[in-house]
């Protein structure tokens, strides 16, 4: 049976550059919006999470061929992308603090109820106080929604290690963060 290849199946060729950046395109089309969402939830900064979104595409890129094809092209780029914006957090020394406190002070009940959005204002406080791969962990379980099995998958890690670091991240937010 011949024909296109379905998108989710597609590795992006280690091919001539062309091929490559028409695959790229194909992804920029489909998930830049999901990819510029978490960007934007990650820097709180609509201009700076465009930029981010254009620097995951180019690292998209240049390593395309680190994609293996064992998730969909959707979980990589994520991956990539909340990578990318942890370290850029980081490397300004968790200048989203100043901005946090401004969004609380201003922000009306989003979605999801008063409840969810402590949850979320919580995680957003405690990320500074762990490990990156915890950070990472903690946004796909808590933000994203992932199962324990997905965030292990996502991370190469046991489901036992994820829940482990979950469970730490759980102790410094007390119960309202428990690992289900």
Same mark, same amino acid.
């Given at each position: 049976?011949?024909?296109?290849?379905?998108?989710?199946?597609?590795?992006?060729?280690?091919?001539?550059?062309?091929? #490559?950046?028409?695959?790229? #395109?194909?992804?920029?089309?489909?998930?830049?919006?999901?990819?510029?969402?978490?960007?934007?939830?990650?820097?709180?900064?609509?201009?700076?999470?465009?930029?981010?979104?254009?620097?995951?595409?180019?690292?998209?890129?240049?390593?395309?061929?680190?994609?293996?094809?064992?998730?969909?092209?959707?979980?990589?780029?994520?991956?990539?992308?909340?990578?990318?914006?942890?370290?850029?957090? #980081?490397?300004?020394?968790?200048?989203?603090?100043?901005?946090?406190?401004?969004?609380?002070?201003?922000?009306?009940?989003?979605?999801?109820?008063?409840?969810?959005?402590?949850?979320?204002?919580?995680?957003?406080?405690?990320?500074?106080?762990?490990?990156?791969?915890?950070?990472?962990?903690?946004?796909?379980?808590?933000?994203?929604?992932?199962?324990?099995?997905?965030?292990?998958?996502?991370?190469?890690?046991?489901?036992?290690?994820?829940?482990? #670091?979950?469970?730490?991240?759980?102790?410094?937010?007390?119960?309202?963060?428990?690992?289900?």
């Amino acid at each position: 049976m011949t024909g296109p290849t379905p998108l989710a199946l597609k590795v992006v060729p280690p091919r001539p550059n062309e091929d #490559r950046r028409a695959v790229l #395109r194909e992804l920029y089309v489909k998930y830049g919006g999901s990819v510029r969402e978490r960007c934007r939830y990650l820097l709180k900064d609509a201009s700076r999470a465009e930029d981010a979104m254009h620097d995951v595409f180019a690292r998209a890129l240049v390593h395309g061929e680190s994609f293996r094809a064992e998730a969909s092209p959707l979980t990589w780029l994520m991956k990539i992308a909340t990578h990318h914006c942890l370290n850029q957090l #980081r490397s300004e020394g968790a200048a989203w603090r100043k901005w946090f406190a401004r969004d609380e002070a201003a922000r009306s009940e989003g979605h999801g109820g008063a409840e969810a959005m402590e949850t979320r204002d919580l995680v957003r406080k405690l990320l500074a106080r762990v490990d990156a791969e915890t950070q990472a962990a903690a946004i796909h379980y808590h933000v994203d929604g992932m199962t324990l099995e997905e965030v292990a998958a996502v991370l190469g890690r046991s489901v036992p290690t994820v829940r482990k #670091r979950l469970e730490h991240f759980a102790e410094l937010g007390g119960e309202e963060l428990s690992v289900r």
